[in-house]
């Protein structure tokens, strides 16, 4: 997974709690994302990041919060979950902005 | 809104045959097309990808085939095993970043 660990792997969470997912790269690549996985949707881009302290909105990003402090971490935080933010969660990281490498996916469940 | 529709959704062929996977677009500012793999319970991985100026790319059994004029392009796979069973996602972006996917296609080989 060229790299990249997310961690946690699964969690389940109660509505209305915080919850923050963590992603990491051993890589140095630039651009890091976090995207979300649902059936029928294919992958959807939540938010991303060209630089530490550089991000930007992606097409699902209401509810969801990123942040960027080092080159290596990517945390993507849901403020207060709610069911319908239950996916599965892959970060990814790419050199230029072309071909993007995904890490094993974070399984979020909020009931 | 899907920007990228991808069929079929499911496809079963006889190991050794021609699995052919389409997605077509409506963003002529889509500049970069790349084809993801996934297996069950891991991340997409980067399969294969092509530019809009070449019509067609090879690498190994994996070949694109790009139609700029009907904003189409399609994966062939050629002597399919049962190894590629998984699911195949289409994607597309203007300058690498923001992919955009296709809804999946779950290819099995029957052996």
């Known amino acids: 997974d060229a790299g990249i660990t997310q961690s946690p792997r699964h969690k389940v969470t109660e509505t209305g709690t915080p919850v923050t997912l963590r992603c990491h790269q051993t890589?140095?690549?630039?651009?890091m994302y976090w995207y979300r996985q649902d059936p029928g949707h294919g992958l959807r881009l939540i938010h991303y990041?060209?630089?530490?302290?550089?991000?930007d909105k992606g097409e699902v990003s209401d509810g969801y919060s990123v942040s960027r402090s080092k080159t290596e971490d990517f945390l993507l935080t849901l403020e207060s979950a709610t069911s319908s933010q239950t996916s599965v969660y892959f970060c990814?990281?790419?050199?230029?902005?072309?071909?993007?490498?995904f890490g094993p996916g974070t399984r979020l469940t909020v009931t | 809104q899907q920007q990228v529709k991808q069929s079929p959704q499911s496809l079963i062929v006889q190991k050794g045959g021609i699995p052919i996977i389409n997605c077509a677009y409506e963003?002529?500012?889509?500049?970069?097309f790349p084809w993801y793999q996934q297996f069950p319970g891991k991340g997409p991985a980067l399969l294969i990808a092509?530019?809009?100026?070449?019509s067609e790319k090879k690498e190994g059994r994996f070949t694109i085939s790009f139609n700029k004029s009907a904003k189409q392009f399609s994966l062939h796979i050629m002597d399919s095993q049962p190894g590629d069973s998984a699911t195949y996602f289409c994607?597309?972006?203007?300058?690498?970043?923001?992919?955009?996917f296709g809804a999946g296609t779950i290819l099995r080989v029957k052996s």
């Open positions: 994607a597309a972006s203007i300058q690498g970043n923001k992919l955009v």
């Open positions: 890589e140095n690549h630039r651009y």
């Open positions: 990814a990281i790419s050199e230029v902005g072309y071909e993007q490498y």
């Open positions: 963003n002529t500012a889509f500049d970069y």
């Open positions: 092509i530019r809009p100026d070449v």
């Open positions: 990041s060209y630089g530490v302290k550089d991000t």
